[in-house]
Nanobody, 124 residues
Framework: QVQLVESGGGVVQAGGSLRLSCAAS????????MGWFRQAPGKERQFVAT????????YYTDSVKGRFTISRDNAKNTLYLQMNSLKPEDTAVYYC?????????????????WGQGTQVTVSS
């Protein structure tokens, strides 16, 4: 079982930056690929980024490439999402999620463990 707690959300102006963190329980954090997803009001949950268990492989959705960076510190059992050049369309609840294995995937249904989410609001 993996428990996830996100933090770092807030309100920021367009062009600004935020860093989200996700603290994970358990002693085998490095065995879990991790992902960030987001859900805007009235829309389906959307893949944002994913990272392999040891952090060597990452994938991003096209709309955040070059602006967002996913990373992890396995010694601290923590996942990060650095978000730069934020746009109003990035406004959403952001969720971190963990897979049962180390291979990163973009599909939310492959993630059995989810955090409670943190709100990110980008004003224009």
């Amino acid at each position: 079982q993996v428990q996830l707690v996100e933090s770092g959300g807030g309100v920021v102006q367009a062009g600004g930056s935020l860093r989200l963190s996700c603290a994970a329980s358990g002693r085998t954090f490095e065995s879990n690929a991790m992902g960030w997803f987001r859900q805007a009001p009235g829309k389906e949950r959307q893949f944002v980024a994913t990272i392999s268990g040891i952090g060597g492989t990452t994938y991003y959705t096209d709309s955040v490439k070059g602006r967002f960076t996913i990373s992890r510190d396995n010694a601290k059992n923590t996942l990060y999402l650095q978000m730069n050049s934020l746009k109003p369309e990035d406004t959403a609840v952001y969720y971190c999620a963990a897979r049962a294995g180390p291979t990163p995937y973009k599909v939310s249904e492959t993630y059995p463990y989810w955090g409670q989410g943190t709100q990110v609001t980008v004003s224009s």
